[in-house]
């Protein structure tokens, strides 16, 4: 996989002040990315004006911009913009550690060859994101998470592209799906992803009954898909996943 290129998705809404260093940990990769596309959802702060500045910096970077169709029509703008293989998603307001990319490359390749691998998450609550590995590690979970992942963009061809009328939970439901259709998805026992905990964000500003009935909504999808073709067993839980 050595010639393989790599595309990131970025969704963007009104992330002045988070974004730059979103950029900074994928700039810092030890294996480099290909191309950036970030897609700006009708940001009304100064996102925009950043992102017209780094993209004269950094030719990988390409802006596209939509009209508050939510973070799933966000990422679809993207995954039909994205030229490269292997796809990869960071939130704006996340980061990722620097051999995120080349470890998890190196997982792909290997010979039982996953269509998706993830890791760990490690949840964060300050500004800035030096000195992350000493933070204690009951902070540190497995869960879904889109960031945390490299996928191959044979994925996407075999489940489609995400869920828009979800608001939440649509990298649930994405990975439902994953799992249905029988790719071989593996999870890491490293850090592969920093989600930052903070006011204002859309998981923190939606309430929990939107929560749960999105989570509802991606199960029940999910359960609907397996009675249409006759399957009754439950998924292995999302756990079984992680390696030894």
Not at 92 to 103: C, F, L, S, T
Not at 128 to 145: G, I, K, Y
Not at 147 to 154: P, Q, V
Request: hydrophobic fraction near 40%; charged fraction near 25%.
């Amino acid at each position: 996989m050595a010639g393989e290129g790599i595309s990131v998705i970025i969704p963007a809404y009104n992330v002045d002040g988070f974004i730059a260093a979103a950029y900074s940990s994928i700039a810092a990769q030890t294996r480099p990315v290909h191309e950036i596309l970030v897609i700006d959802d009708g940001s009304t702060d100064n996102t925009s004006a950043w992102l017209r500045r780094m993209a004269r910096k950094d030719h990988r970077i390409r802006v596209f911009t939509s009209d508050r169709l939510g973070p799933s029509g966000a990422r679809n703008v993207g995954l039909r913009a994205a030229f490269h293989p292997i796809i990869a998603f960071l939130d704006a307001d996340d980061a990722w550690p620097p051999y995120k990319i080349e470890r998890q490359m190196e997982r792909l390749s290997a010979a039982d060859r996953p269509d998706v691998v993830s890791g760990l998450i490690q949840h964060f609550r300050r500004s800035e994101f030096s000195a992350l590995d000493s933070v204690n590690p009951v902070h540190t979970r497995v869960h879904v998470n889109l960031g945390a992942c490299l996928f191959r963009r044979g994925v996407f061809d075999v489940v489609g592209a995400f869920e828009e009328s979800l608001s939440h939970c649509e990298d649930v439901d994405l990975m439902f799906r994953i799992r249905e259709s029988g790719l071989k998805v593996v999870i890491m026992r490293e850090v592969t992803l920093y989600y930052r905990v903070r006011p204002g964000s859309l998981t923190q500003t939606q309430t929990i009954q939107e929560q749960e009935r999105d989570a509802l909504k991606a199960l029940r999808l999910s359960i609907g898909r397996r009675r249409h073709i006759g399957c009754t067993a439950d998924l292995p839980r999302f756990t079984s996943l992680i390696e030894e």
